[in-house]
Structure formats: C-alpha cells, structure tokens
C-alpha cells in the first residue's frame, strides 16, 4: 500500500511539472534567478596579453569579434591589438556596445581609421597597464592609421593615466578635456602628418571651447566645468559646495549628494543606489545586483 503511495505522489509530481514547463509559468524559476536584464547586458572576459598574440592575423581578428560581439562590460582589460594585415578588411563595430571596462583598455598596432567606442562610458582600471615607468588606464601607441578613437560617452578613468604615442594621423584627442575624466596624468606625445578638422559646432562646451572625440556631431564630450571643494573626494560634485560633493559610490559624477544620484555607478547597483559589492541573496550581471 506504501509502495502504491508513493508511486501515486512520484505520478501527480511528475505530471504538475510536465504542466508547468508546457504551460511556460516560471514558478518554479522565479525565487531561483531572475533573467529579466540578461537581455540588456552581456558580460565577457577581457584579455591580458599586454603587447603580445597568438595565431596568425585573420584568427586573433575573428576570435576578437567572438569575444566582444553584443557585449557590455568587459570584466579586465579591452586590449585591441595587432590589427593590422593590409588584406583584411576589418569592421570594429562590434566594440560599439561596451559600457564598462573593469581593468585597462590598450590600443596598438591598428590599421584601421575609427576605432568606435561610442557606448564606452567608464574604464574602472582595476587592473594597469605598466609602461614608460608608470602605470595606465588608457594607452593608445602607435596607431598605425587610426585617425579618430570615438569615446564620446566617456565619464570617467578611475585609475591609471592615459598616453598617446606614435598615433601620427590620430586627430581631436588634444581637444578632451581631460580633467572631466580622470585626475591621473595625461601624456599626448604625437605629431599629425595632416591638419586636422575643427571640431563641429555642435562641441562647444560650458566653457566656450569645442571638445570633440570626432568630425561628426554625435562625437561631441559635455562639459560642465564645475568647481568642486577641495574636499570632493575624486573630485566630482553637483554644485560648487562642500554639500555638493558626489557620493564615493558613483562614476563620472551625479545629480545629487546620495548613492542613489549618480550618473553611473563605480561598482554595482542595487536596486536605485550604488553599492560596492552585492549584498546577500543577489548576484553581479554586468553593474546590476539580481535577485536569486
């Protein structure tokens, strides 16, 4: 009788989940992850070979392709390297949907025109790229026909500093205003074979000057230009006050003084506020903290 029992639970069971997977409720998948942002954000791994590669050009540009096409944020370092082989015809608009960088971005060896990071909006420089003596968040050597790298987005390089060197056609780098972005050191040392185009118009900042990452509109940087108290931690405020301060938990600066007034987040978010890591129960996908 035991024995019938049990068999006539086992059936009623297996018949309820039959029901459930056919009839698509998530019931039982709903307290376990929710999936509802996996849609938006697409989180991949970086690399760090630093000045280094592997195969032969058209394989490192393919597998370059697999690893970034549909991302978001890169968890280390954005290196786009040795691209460069005069019969390949490369298409970097995959790198357009990459928010966030956690570790350096490196960029060397291109012989392409635009590199477009036009989604790009911070690199965390959690890990450096030692060089030169000292260690960066952004390094563009030679590019060797880059003439625009398209980072209109950009907010923030929390650590490391950036250089330019040997980018002999590289152009409107020397129009960022640099201090918006990061309070490392910022080294330009190229010579342009070629005069090149102002900024447009449409680039004129807060303080009357044209800052651009490109010849086009879309490529303008926003500046604000506002003075911070000197005890602004990192430097970024709201209003030009002791009180105005942005909250140590977000990136690129904020509209008010809380972890939940931030442009972007440092870390993570949950729920409306900026959080260092994600509390219990939660999981990191891309800046999100999930619900189990």
């Given at each position: 009788?035991h024995?019938?029992?049990?068999?006539?639970?086992?059936?009623?069971?297996?018949?309820?989940?039959a029901?459930?997977?056919?009839?698509?409720?998530?019931?039982?998948?709903?307290?376990?992850i929710?999936?509802?942002?996996?849609?938006?954000?697409?989180?991949c791994?970086?690399?760090?070979?630093?000045?280094s590669?592997?195969g032969?050009y058209?394989?490192?540009?393919?597998?370059?392709?697999e690893r970034?096409?549909?991302?978001?944020?890169?968890?280390?370092?954005l290196?786009?390297?040795?691209?460069?082989h005069?019969?390949?015809?490369?298409?970097?608009?995959?790198?357009?949907?990459i928010k966030?960088v956690?570790?350096?971005?490196?960029v060397?060896?291109v012989?392409?025109?635009?590199?477009?990071?036009t989604?790009?909006?911070?690199?965390?420089g959690?890990?450096?790229?030692?060089?030169?003596?000292?260690?960066?968040?952004?390094?563009?050597?030679?590019?060797i026909n880059?003439?625009?790298?398209?980072?209109?987005?950009?907010?923030?390089?929390s650590?490391?500093?950036?250089?330019?060197?040997?980018?002999v056609?590289?152009?409107?780098?020397?129009t960022?205003?640099w201090?918006?972005i990061?309070?490392?050191?910022?080294?330009?040392?190229?010579?342009?074979?070629?005069p090149?185009?102002?900024?447009p118009?449409?680039?004129?900042g807060?303080d009357?000057?044209?800052?651009?990452?490109?010849?086009?509109?879309?490529?303008?940087?926003?500046?604000s230009?506002?003075?911070?108290?000197?005890?602004?931690?990192?430097?970024?405020c709201?209003?030009?006050?002791?009180?105005?301060?942005c909250?140590?938990q977000?990136a690129?600066g904020c509209?008010?003084?809380?972890p939940s007034e931030?442009?972007?987040c440092?870390?993570?978010?949950?729920?409306?506020?900026?959080v260092?890591e994600?509390?219990?129960?939660?999981?990191?996908?891309?800046?999100?903290?999930?619900?189990?």
């Amino acid at each position: 009788r035991h024995l019938r029992t049990n068999m006539r639970l086992f059936e009623i069971f297996m018949f309820y989940c039959a029901a459930v997977l056919v009839s698509g409720n998530n019931m039982f998948y709903s307290n376990v992850i929710d999936t509802s942002i996996s849609h938006k954000e697409k989180e991949c791994y970086g690399t760090h070979n630093e000045f280094s590669w592997a195969g032969d050009y058209e394989y490192h540009y393919q597998r370059m392709r697999e690893r970034y096409s549909g991302c978001t944020h890169v968890i280390g370092n954005l290196e786009i390297t040795h691209l460069s082989h005069e019969n390949i015809s490369y298409n970097l608009d995959f790198l357009s949907t990459i928010k966030v960088v956690t570790g350096y971005v490196l960029v060397t060896s291109v012989f392409v025109d635009v590199i477009p990071l036009t989604s790009l909006v911070l690199i965390r420089g959690d890990n450096t790229m030692p060089m030169f003596g000292t260690r960066f968040g952004l390094l563009v050597v030679i590019g060797i026909n880059l003439k625009e790298l398209r980072m209109p987005a950009l907010k923030e390089i929390s650590n490391g500093d950036v250089k330019f060197y040997l980018n002999v056609e590289l152009c409107y780098v020397d129009t960022i205003a640099w201090e918006e972005i990061t309070h490392g050191k910022v080294f330009i040392d190229h010579r342009t074979n070629q005069p090149c185009d102002g900024c447009p118009d449409e680039c004129v900042g807060e303080d009357g000057r044209k800052h651009c990452w490109g010849s086009d509109e879309h490529s303008c940087q926003e500046v604000s230009h506002i003075e911070c108290d000197w005890l602004c931690r990192d430097g970024r405020c709201h209003e030009e006050s002791m009180i105005g301060c942005c909250h140590p938990q977000c990136a690129g600066g904020c509209h008010g003084s809380l972890p939940s007034e931030c442009t972007i987040c440092k870390y993570y978010r949950h729920g409306h506020r900026c959080v260092p890591e994600c509390p219990s129960r939660t999981y990191p996908m891309g800046q999100e903290c999930v619900d189990f």
